[in-house]
């Protein structure tokens, strides 16, 4: 049996994603697909403790990655958005650093740092270039019409939506590298 689950995490939440991976596992449903943006599909299984991390590689994936990855004992599930996702039984990480992906902070801060250069700067650069004239547009009263409104509504709507997504992520990506320079 499987079922289908919509869920939106940002580029900041992966943590929490992970976690949820790991509790919809321990209810007897292990995901077999992601798919771009927020679809999720799940298998039903027999519920156990696995851990699920993920690495952020907005390049091509190199064979002997994957094949290292492999030969610590974690299994390659897919790819959405740049996002690889693994998972391995939490019984056979006979240590807290056998349960991590990276086994460094060095390494978990870089990808913290490469998220942010491939997915939090392009946001900002589109926030800066264009939604954010257009908005300055609507309050000059530019947009007029029966369109006009459609635009207004639309632009205030992206302005909104991309001032909280560059806060939310924005904070959360750099508690997150702060917390690996420790």
């Not at 530019?142 to 904070?171: D, K, M, N, R």
Request: glycine content about 4%.
């Amino acid at each position: 049996m499987t079922k289908k689950v919509t869920r939106f995490f940002t580029i900041a939440d992966y943590l929490e994603e992970e976690n949820w991976l790991r509790e919809m596992h321990s209810q007897g449903w292990k995901i077999v697909k992601i798919k771009a943006p927020c679809f999720y599909t799940f298998e039903s299984c027999e519920p156990e403790d696995v851990i699920y991390r993920l690495d952020f590689r907005n390049t091509e994936k190199p064979e002997d990655y994957l094949q290292m990855v492999s030969d610590f004992g974690w299994e390659h599930i897919g790819d959405c958005l740049g996002w690889m996702y693994f998972r391995r039984p939490a019984d056979t990480a006979a240590s807290e650093e056998e349960g991590e992906l990276f086994s460094d902070n060095e390494s978990k801060a870089e990808m913290v740092k490469n998220i942010v250069r491939t997915r939090m700067m392009p946001l900002v650069v589109i926030f800066l270039c264009s939604v954010l004239p257009n908005f300055f547009r609507i309050l000059n009263g530019e947009y007029v019409g029966p369109w006009g409104a459609v635009f207004s509504v639309l632009f205030c709507l992206l302005f909104i939506l991309y001032v909280y997504l560059i806060i939310h992520c924005g904070i959360k990506l750099k508690k997150i590298k702060d917390r690996y320079k420790d």
